[in-house]
């Protein structure tokens, strides 16, 4: 069974941060091309801007399909696994390792105890936080949240999982909750 996940509703600090990528990109082009007017220099300018194209278009192809997976983001619970799709942030957990009967539908912004505290291996953006975040009980948890209001917590013995579902309630009730 799958299950989507919520996509971000606003993803306009991505652009933001790709817009002012290229304009830092610009003035590195106009600043190396003023220090190519010397002959000796030509050859290092040109592999230098070679070099800077290819690791921009890599960066912002990165970027896009990071986007894109985190649009397309799905729970599916296969036969012994729960695995979710999310591209770089991607994870499976064995469903006999997860505490079932402490699942519940939670809203961080009333519950202190499970908001994100620091992260430790993601992205924590405005509208965006996936992959490895300390909770304010102490506890080690996967996030894979883009709204606050209604995230599925998931305990397990090792971590917590924490998404944001389209239908959660669906997502208890082929759990058996």
Known sequence: MVFSIVPPESLWW?????IISAIVMLFGFLSMSK?????NQKKRFVLRCRFILFLSAIMVLVAIW?????????????????KIHAGLYSQKILISDLKIDETRIVNLNDSGHLNPRKRLNGTGAPSLKAGWF??????????LVT??????????????LMVSLNKPDEFLGYLGR
Do not use: C, H, W
């Not at 991505?14 to 790709?18: C, D, T």
């Not at 220090?35 to 002959?39: A, E, I, K």
């Not at 709204?147 to 917590?160: G, M, N, Q």
């Open 66 to 82: 990071m986007v894109y997976k985190q649009s397309t983001a799905t729970l599916e619970i296969a036969d012994t696994e729960l």
């Open 147 to 160: 709204r606050t209001d209604k995230v599925l917590y998931i305990p397990s013995e090792e971590f917590a």
């Open 134 to 143: 300390a909770l304010s009980n102490g506890e080690k948890a996967f996030l």
């Open 35 to 39: 220090q190519s007017r010397q002959p």
């Open 14 to 18: 991505l652009y933001a941060v790709l």
